[in-house]
């Protein structure tokens, strides 16, 4: 009979050194510059990669064994939740077109981050940062199947999750989270590192996790609950090197302080932008509400976010500059958001709706300096015309801004009552932009935003119709031919709630779920 | 000084590294919400291994946590036997 | 250097005018009235009468507002970029000066939207 010594265990250092700093060469027939062809050109000068730390230190056999413990958790729970026609316990149907947005405009990015990361992963010279990237990869690539394949259960019963792949590279505000990501895909490698390892997944990744996800359990949607959670349990790893790589940086040589600097200014307010998105999801779309946009920003990004920098300030880093502006758009934003999709009610893959009293009453509570003055009588009018039949459905096209890609619906700072416009000339032309920040980033790298694929221009250019439509035939309906290259179902995926498939669907079994008719 | 935090699914797994963090860190502040808890601590937290053992009666490894993270803020100091989240300022 | 690269990096602008099939773009903003979450973009000819888009073109995007029947456009007042600016309803867009990619705003004083909030 064999005995069963236990053999001496290496420590977690060591066993994270061995893998990092022994498995990795030098090369000696080809020069480190052709290996790591992009590790230069954007000026970040790092003198000893052996300085990397990783506070981690998982290696590849725990990274699985965890990773495959997460799954089985996930999938235990995605299939409890079909077994037992879990869709029909959430608060009510509308809440179904949060989960809309984030297939259509999150999961795709998702699939971005896993590219982006394997992309930086082979082209840092550094083992440790590698081997991180690496596991970053492959986190967002299980974040991207797993999203999908518990929002699956949605589509199987209702409109609007049909095609999201197909939309996410067409729809007009699907364009905003699209771009963004396009942005810092195709800068360098560092750059990637500071716009979505830190600025996106360290400083305002929990505004979109912790209060959607919690949000979601709130609203008894145990599938997303469960696959945010666990993308959730990956991003402390994945913060963690945002911080580190920011750190790493700054430590190896004094010349990286201005270019981080401007990095980390680009980047909280490109994220910023894109994070509209979810204040109007936590103010509008939640049925049953967990805590205000301003709140959350108030917790993550004010109270977390200011730690941070705080922490920082010995590097001579500065809290990026935007945040003045922010901070007064915080009361502002959710509801210029939701309006706008109320406007453009009919271009959208989900419905809109205006809240109840009781819901304008929470968002009074919540935004006593704004809602009441600029909002309400917005919201009142709309809901009592369409009261009377006559719903509002903007079918004129917005003016976009150039490089966050959103219509011009932001206020100038400090007063919600004038749209914020700026405008700059380069070579030709005349480029238009939201805010200040988003100017200054266009001017700084004009050449790369005078490319922008902006949806209404394009739309104007011909571009956004089935192949082989004539826009000069008789009769040419342009709206139908656009929700038609969108993939869109007028009448179906679109319009108000009230009326909807999706409603009368979710009223019908749910009666059926809880009686014995 | 600044808090750190650490945010954890509520669930059977944790109940005892809540415990455990609440008995090692008694500056830190456990703030419930829906399916998940945060915990605050003024400075500093660390996750001790062994008191979370003597509270499950199992040996326990410490990157175990990451089944159940959430999320968290601050430096970390990660050994065999600790997990320390801090800020330097 | 207008971009980080690699390598010389030049592309054309994507909205160059020459790809709006003879149109210009031309944002309007109605000042005021946000009931219309954002400015507008149409594609118009640069031959386009000033007075035929605020005639023809301006009821169908602004007129679902109650205050739009009520506006006196003698009274309006423009403004291009920001500038205070007067068409002349009855030049072309090009001879008001109107190029690819303007913007123009106007304000119709004594109308403040719904119950004056600027909505």
């Given at each position: 009979m064999d005995m069963n010594v236990p053999k001496k265990k290496l420590s977690l250092k060591e066993k994270y050194s061995h893998m990092t700093r022994g498995l990795d060469w030098e090369p000696s027939y080809q020069s480190k510059d052709d290996v790591y062809p992009y590790a230069k050109y954007e000026g970040i000068k790092i003198h000893d990669w052996d300085k990397w730390e990783d506070p981690f230190r998982l290696t590849m056999d725990a990274y699985w064994k965890y990773q495959a413990e997460k799954e089985r958790k996930l999938y235990a729970i995605i299939d409890a939740y079909a077994q037992n026609n879990g869709h029909l316990s959430v608060t009510d149907a509308r809440y179904i077109n949060t989960v809309k947005l984030f297939l259509t405009g999150v999961s795709p990015l998702e699939y971005m981050a896993h590219r982006g990361f394997a992309h930086v992963g082979r082209q840092l010279p550094g083992a440790g940062p590698r081997v991180a990237c690496l596991m970053q990869s492959i986190d967002e690539i299980r974040h991207a199947q797993t999203q999908v394949h518990s929002l699956s259960n949605y589509n199987k019963y209702y409109?609007?999750?049909?095609?999201f792949r197909h939309m996410h590279d067409r729809v007009w505000y699907l364009s905003v989270p699209k771009s963004f990501f396009d942005d810092a895909i195709t800068a360098g490698p560092f750059e990637f590192m500071v716009a979505i390892?830190?600025?996106?997944?360290?400083?305002?990744?929990n505004l979109l996790f912790v209060p959607f996800v919690s949000g979601a359990a709130y609203n008894g949607d145990m599938g997303a609950m469960t696959f945010g959670f666990s993308a959730q349990s990956d991003e402390a790893r994945h913060m963690t090197l945002g911080l580190e790589v920011i750190k790493f940086m700054l430590e190896q040589d004094p010349d990286n302080l201005p270019i981080v600097q401007r990095w980390i200014d680009k980047w909280a307010w490109r994220g910023t932008r894109v994070l509209t998105l979810v204040a109007m999801m936590m103010d509008y779309m939640l049925p049953k509400r967990i805590m205000s946009w301003k709140e959350a920003w108030e917790v993550y990004f004010e109270e977390n976010g200011g730690a941070l920098f705080k922490d920082l300030a010995r590097y001579g880093i500065t809290m990026p500059k935007c945040i003045e502006d922010i901070t007064k758009e915080k009361e502002h934003l959710s509801h210029q958001a939701w309006a706008t999709f109320y406007n453009y009610g009919a271009a959208a893959a989900f419905h809109t709706w205006t809240p109840d009293e009781d819901e304008m009453n929470w968002l009074s509570e919540k935004y006593p300096d704004s809602f009441d003055k600029y909002y309400r009588p917005r919201l009142e009018y709309w809901r009592d015309e369409a009261a009377k039949g006559n719903r509002f459905y903007n079918k004129t096209l917005p003016m976009l801004c150039q490089v966050c890609q959103i219509p011009m619906l932001f206020t100038e700072p400090g007063d919600p009552t004038k749209i914020c416009y700026r405008e700059a000339q380069y070579k030709d032309d005349k480029y238009h932009f939201c805010s200040d920040h988003c100017k200054e980033i266009f001017e700084h790298e004009p050449e790369k935003y005078i490319q922008s694929w902006l949806p209404v221009h394009q739309i104007y250019q011909g571009n956004c119709f089935p192949e082989g439509t004539d826009p000069t035939a008789e009769g040419f309906d342009p709206l139908a031919a656009v929700l038609a290259y969108y993939h869109m179902n007028f009448g179906r995926d679109n319009l108000?709630?009230?009326?909807?498939e999706d409603q009368k669907n979710f009223d019908a079994w749910r009666g059926v779920a809880t009686s014995n008719d | 000084m600044s808090n750190v935090f650490l945010a954890l699914q509520a669930n059977e797994e944790t109940r005892a590294i809540i415990e455990a963090i609440t008995e090692d860190n008694p500056h830190a502040v456990v703030h419930p919400s829906p399916a998940m808890v945060k915990i605050d601590a003024e400075g500093s937290l660390t996750v001790r291994r062994e008191t979370i053992e003597a509270l499950i009666g199992r040996s326990f490894d410490l990157q175990e946590l990451h089944i159940n993270l959430i999320s968290l803020s601050g430096h970390i100091d990660e050994t065999d036997d600790e997990l320390t989240l801090h800020w330097n300022a | 250097m207008a971009v980080t690269a690699l390598k010389d990096y030049q592309f054309e602008p994507a909205d160059r005018v020459e790809n709006f099939h003879g149109n210009q773009l031309l944002y309007i903003g109605w000042e005021?009235?946000?009931?219309?979450?954002a400015p507008f973009a149409f594609p118009f000819?640069?031959?386009?009468?000033f007075g035929d888009v605020v005639e023809q073109v301006l009821p169908a995007a602004f007129g679902y507002h109650p205050d739009f029947a009520k506006i006196d456009w003698a009274t309006a007042q423009w403004f291009k970029s920001g500038q205070p600016w007067t068409p002349?309803?009855?030049?072309?867009l090009a001879d008001n000066g109107l190029g690819h990619k303007d913007v123009i705003r106007f304000r119709t004083p004594g109308l403040t939207g719904i119950k004056g909030s600027c909505t």
């Open positions: 409109n609007g999750l049909h095609d390892g830190f600025s996106f997944e360290y400083v305002l990744t108000d709630f009230e009326g909807s | - | 005021d009235h946000l009931l219309f979450c000819p640069p031959a386009m009468r002349d309803f009855d030049k072309s």
